[in-house]
Structure formats: structure tokens, C-alpha cells
């Protein structure tokens, strides 16, 4: 099961474990109900809001009645509004990317885990971004205080998840080429746009990319409370040294 797979990592998340022959679950605010096959797998969309624990609840029993288990659970809905000191930051925007990201995050561990819990295994993911770390994120001070708050978040279920049969973790995956991000990168100026691109093309992936680390994460052998990070030292590393430099940006010309 996956929250936010309308659109960006979710949606390439979904499409790729199904490839890989999973029954995915996914869900979004303004998804309609419905299946499809892709690859050897299918998708099932359904409508939820996560900010309503009500409507999760919802979810994850339609997702119980159409797999008859769940067992890796990911949360991935998120909202991230950029560019501003907080002090900036419109409180609506502020108050919006904490319930989505963090309550939504909470109401859909509230609900996953007892569920696993009875089902006797399964993992709880919680997607994170920048401020994860705790290190500050100049113009991102109110999205990095909620994924700071999800690190915690984690670290603290992956505490109650001891001795139970269940597991949570973590998953860091980077700048993701997403449409969230677009809508961001359109706001700086054309004076800031040198600099910012020069980093974006160093840190920067595709959804599809991300997607099929996540995938592997799943399959691999995690151990509870672990956070795993795509963009690490070493590979940003391998990036700075690449001749001609690493150029993303240029598959989205049109964006």
C-alpha cells in the first residue's frame, strides 16, 4: 500500500513494483477508484485524503479486501513548499505541508501498524526529505521541520515496533524530478536559476530512478528503525567527478 501515487514518486513507485508483479494499493485526494494491470502486476486506485484518519482507515480496508494482506506500507504523500525564511512562509502553506506531511504520516502509522501487528509482519515506510538529518535547509524551513519531525516519527514507532511483528523504516531518496519540484523551480528568478540548476544537476534523479531503489530497499533485508539514503557522500562524490558534468535538467527542457 502507498499513499500519494497520483502523481510524481509515488505514481513511478506504483508502476514499478507493479512491474515487478506486486498488487499496489495506492491512493490520492482526487484519485478515482479503479484498476489496472501494468507489467506482471496490477494497480488499485483508490480515493483518500490522509489527512483524515477517517478516510485512511477506509483505505486500508479496501486495500485488506483486495489483497487480503499488506505487507509493505509507504508512506509517501507529501507537500513541499519552498523558497521562503518561515518567517515568509504564509501560515496557510505552513499549516498545510504539517498536515500533510506529518499528521497525514501520523493517522497512516496509527492505522498500518495494528494492522500489521495482527497480520503478524509487514513494514511501515515513511518517505523523508530534506531536514531528515536535522541539518537546515536554507528556503525550506517549513518543509524540513516536518521531515525532521518524520525522522523522529520513525525512529520513535521503530522503538514501540520492538518485540512486536512488525517493522518501520525510513527511506531518504533524494531530489526527485517531480512535478512538485517543477512547480518550485518556476518561482526562482532567472538570476538564481545558474546556481540552483548547477546543484540540481548534481543531486538531482528521475522519479523512475528513485522508484526502483525503493523497490530494492523493500526487497532487501532492512533492519527495524533503519533509514535508507540514496543520496550519499559517496555517490554525490562519483557525480561531482563525472566529465562532461551530469546534466538531468536537459531531459526536461520542456518543463
Known amino acids: 500500500a502507498a499513499t500519494g501515487t497520483g502523481q510524481g514518486l509515488g505514481k513511478a513507485i506504483a508502476e514499478t513494483l507493479a512491474a515487478r508483479g506486486a498488487r499496489v494499493i495506492g491512493c490520492g485526494p482526487s484519485l478515482e477508484a479503479g484498476e489496472r494491470a501494468h507489467g506482471a502486476g496490477t494497480i488499485h486506485h483508490f480515493t483518500c485524503d490522509t489527512r483524515s484518519e477517517a478516510q485512511v ?38 499549516e498545510r505541508m504539517v498536515a500533510i506531511n506529518l499528521i497525514g504520516t501520523m493517522n497512516c ?18 518517505m ?6 536535522g541539518a537546515p535547509v536554507p528556503g525550506m524551513g517549513g518543509y524540513a521541520t516536518t521531515k525532521a519531525a518524520l525522522t ?25 524530478m517531480t512535478e512538485g519540484f517543477f512547480r518550485e523551480h518556476a518561482r526562482h528568478s532567472e538570476a538564481e536559476r545558474p546556481a540552483r540548476e548547477k546543484v540540481v544537476n548534481l543531486i538531482g534523479d528521475h522519479p ?3 522508484a526502483e531503489w525503493i523497490a530494492d530497499c523493500l526487497a532487501g533485508e532492512a533492519a527495524n528503525g533503519e533509514i535508507l539514503a540514496w543520496l550519499t557522500p559517496e555517490r554525490i562524490a562519483q557525480r561531482q567527478a563525472m566529465d562532461p558534468p551530469r546534466d538531468i535538467l536537459s531531459a526536461y527542457a520542456e518543463a
Open 109 to 126: 502509522c496509527r492505522v498500518a501498524a495494528p494492522i500489521l501487528q495482527h497480520q503478524g509482519d509487514g513494514w511501515i515506510w515513511n
Open 128 to 133: 523523508l526529505g530534506a531536514g531528515w538529518d
Open 57 to 94: 482507515r477506509q483505505f486500508a480496508e479496501a486495500a485488506r479486501e483486495v489483497t487480503g494482506r499488506i505487507d509493505h506500507w509507504i508512506n509517501n504523500a507529501g507537500l513541499a513548499l519552498t523558497g521562503s525564511a518561515l518567517v515568509d512562509l504564509a501560515a496557510e502553506d505552513f
Open 152 to 176: 523522529f516519527l520513525t525512529r520513535s514507532l521503530a522503538l514501540e515496533a520492538e518485540g512486536q511483528r512488525y517493522r518501520v523504516g525510513g527511506l531518504s531518496p533524494g531530489l526527485v
Open 208 to 210: 523512475e530512478t528513485i
